[in-house]
């Protein structure tokens, strides 16, 4: 049973950077029919799409937060990681890491899997 | 605003059927698959339908999904005091090359 595993500060002040680690266990981060992506959830709010990196290292990213977005894979690890800086209070979230399969036309599709999510809160 | 559209809330009696809509363009739904997810209260979302009309094992066939072109739809019959929660559809922006979701639907069992 694939399990996904946020982890990092819950607290972050402005200015700074985000930093999450998603550890994924019962299964490979190198399989070639996933992405593996980040998804956020403001409180109160729906989902927004932030990211997703394939094994090799390609990503995708929101374009609304490109600039400030980077996800990075470590396969050694069977772990994946998002940085998100400078961040701002509008980024206070539950941040969830998920599971995407592969389409055919090679972009991560629907997620299968997710983690159970991490509250990080903005503030000074 | 959320690039795919659905409706804040919807209800039903226990036992009725309902549906939710969700609307997009030729960018996103018109040319991708659509997924549908359920966000019970204080969880993770949790996939319902994928590929348009597909559910993982596991998902009682009460719940059924359609697309038509840039629109899709997800249905729930026999409702459940326990099918209430948050739906979310969800599908990949061929010229933001990104996914998106939409702003969420509210159902609420009567």
């Known amino acids: 049973q694939l399990q996904l595993q946020e982890s990092g500060p819950g607290l972050v002040k402005p200015s700074e950077t985000l930093s999450l680690t998603c550890t994924v266990s019962?299964?490979?981060?190198?399989?070639?029919?996933?992405?593996w992506a980040w998804i956020r959830q403001p409180p109160g709010k729906g989902l927004e799409w932030i990211g997703s990196i394939y094994y090799s290292g390609s990503t995708f990213n929101n374009p609304s937060l490109k600039s400030r977005v980077t996800i990075s894979v470590d396969t050694s690890r069977n772990q994946f990681s998002l940085k998100l800086s400078p961040v701002t209070a509008a980024d206070t979230a539950v941040y969830y890491c998920?599971?995407?399969?592969?389409?055919?036309?090679?972009?991560?599709?629907?997620?299968?899997?997710w983690g159970q999510g991490t509250l990080v809160t903005v503030s000074s | 605003q959320s690039v795919l559209t659905q409706p804040p809330s919807v209800s039903a009696a226990p036992g009725q059927k309902v549906t939710i809509s969700c609307s997009g363009s030729?960018?996103?739904?018109?040319?991708?698959?659509v997924s549908w997810y359920q966000q019970l209260p204080g969880t993770a979302p949790k996939l319902l339908i994928y590929?348009?009309?597909h559910r993982p094992s596991g998902i009682p066939d009460r719940f059924s999904a359609s697309k038509s072109g840039t629109s899709a739809t997800l249905g729930i019959t026999g409702l459940q005091t326990g099918d209430e929660a948050d739906y979310y559809c969800g599908t990949w922006d061929s010229s933001l090359s990104a996914g998106v979701f939409g702003g969420g639907t509210k159902l609420t069992v009567l």
């Open positions: 590929d348009n009309n």
């Open positions: 030729s960018s996103n739904i018109g040319n991708n698959y």
């Open positions: 019962g299964g490979s981060i190198s399989s070639s029919s996933y992405y």
């Open positions: 998920a599971r995407s399969r592969l389409s055919v036309h090679m972009t991560p599709s629907h997620e299968g899997d």
